[in-house]
């Protein structure tokens, strides 16, 4: 008889995987001791000061909900509270007047934030959606859309999204690749800000975009991570949800609360299926979240409570919902101002190319344009750090490193002529 061996999980069964490229970027910036290191990695708000900044209608309703006699700390229900639940819903369908709210088409059920949203809503389709099972991502999309469709067994396929001629859409080919995708096929439609290009179609876009998916009997996932955050007005950044409700589309909807409450590691979020007007529409949503209930009781019995009760409060509360919109306006008010900075300077200085681009895109994003090799250079010489692919987070510039990071840049572009 040979020895047992120490451990069933031997390399050949359990390789070495490659660490989170964008954490392990984290973890580098952490031990630069560079005085000068700027992390635009990241993707959460930071204030000029480069701190992360607690939205203060957060605070306030964080003092609300600790000074409530009656808060325990008892189970959530399955699907959440329906108090965050039902708001959430208002808030990315467009009211309580949303068709697909007034005429019972739609179920919410709270999620471990967007992720938890993408990945209930990829499991879901994995089981019970009948028309092609293969998701069709922008390319490039947020890394994580990839594996988690890929872990749950939907096969990925990539449609074109960001022309590096132009640094915006490449809507001909998107609209092609659409066209050309099977019957049926699963779309990943960004809401708005899409991660990581910051290039939105516009709306007369969308309603192309709409048209050849309603052609193709497609089916919308859409993933919403920005809604407020983007343009500092939460019902732009719905536009295109709304749009696809009121044209009566079957989908569904993925949805965060991370950036736009700054809510980040509390993860708050919420997924929505609303079905198309029928006569049996309100039973067919009942059935829905009936197995909806069930996949969340296997995978996480039931949400996590405190961001989706400051959530609920802020969104509940008529003066604290003014003043979260109040808050939204600040973070996406300094956001669009170093977009202005960063390419104003970048004129000022002369770097060859066009800079359009970095005011153009929208959100927390912006593709540069720089190459892989820039993106290494810039982290040597001046400990600037940027994901591989040229994107840099426009919350970790402010008015204390933009003239920095502009010169940086000049230099690699520069150097590369
Ligand atoms: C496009 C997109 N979807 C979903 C998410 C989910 O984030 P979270 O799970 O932190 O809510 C993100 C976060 O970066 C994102 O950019």
Redesign the pocket.
């Known amino acids: 008889m040979s020895p047992p061996s120490a451990t069933s999980f031997t390399t050949d069964v359990v390789p070495q995987a490659p660490e989170d490229p964008l954490f392990g970027l984290m973890r580098a910036y952490r031990a630069d001791q560079d005085p000068n290191k700027v992390d635009l990695g990241i993707?959460a708000y930071r204030d000029d000061n480069a701190k992360p900044w607690v939205l203060p209608v957060v605070k306030k309703a964080d003092e609300v909900l600790r000074s409530d006699p009656d808060l325990n700390h008892e189970y959530a229900p399955i699907a959440g509270i329906p108090s965050f639940t039902s708001k959430a819903a208002e808030l990315i369908l467009g009211g309580a007047d949303s068709p697909a709210i007034k005429e019972k088409r739609a179920t919410s059920i709270q999620t471990i934030?967007?992720?938890?949203a993408?990945h209930l809503g990829a499991l879901f389709l994995s089981r019970f959606y009948p028309g092609t099972k293969k998701v069709y991502l922008s390319n490039p999309t947020?890394a994580n859309h990839n594996q988690i469709f890929t872990n749950v067994g939907i096969p990925i396929a990539q449609y074109p999204y960001f022309s590096k001629e132009t640094k915006g859409l490449d809507f001909e080919g998107m609209k092609s690749a659409l066209l050309g995708a099977p019957d049926r096929s699963i779309i990943l439609l960004?809401a708005c800000a899409h991660?990581p290009t910051g290039v939105d179609p516009s709306l007369a876009q969308w309603k192309e975009i709409a048209a050849i998916m309603r052609q193709k009997s497609h089916f919308p996932f859409f993933?919403t991570?920005y809604q407020g955050f983007a343009s500092g007005d939460l019902s732009k950044d719905n536009a295109a949800v709304r749009y696809f409700v009121e044209q009566g589309f079957e989908l569904v909807v993925?949805q965060?609360f991370?950036k736009n409450f700054g809510l980040?590691g509390e993860r708050a979020?919420c997924f929505h299926v609303v079905t198309s007007p029928a006569p049996d529409a309100e039973n067919t949503i009942t059935r829905i979240a009936s197995q909806l209930a069930i996949l969340q009781r296997s995978e996480i019995s039931n949400p996590p409570l405190y961001g989706a009760r400051i959530a609920s409060t802020v969104m509940n509360d008529a003066s604290l919902f003014a003043e979260w919109e109040d808050n939204l306006r600040t973070m996406s008010g300094r956001i669009i101002s170093m977009r202005k900075a960063l390419r104003s300077k970048l004129e000022e200085l002369g770097t060859p190319g066009t800079w359009n681009h970095i005011t153009d895109q929208i959100g927390m994003f912006s593709f540069t344009g720089l190459t892989e090799a820039q993106v290494l250079k810039i982290r040597e010489d001046a400990h600037i750090y940027m994901t591989k692919n040229g994107r840099i987070s426009m919350a970790g510039l402010n008015t204390k490193n933009v003239d920095y990071v502009a010169k940086a840049i000049d230099k690699v572009v520069r150097e590369a002529q």
């Open positions: 993707g934030s967007g992720t938890g993408v947020w960004h991660n993933d991570a993925a965060s991370a980040y979020g």
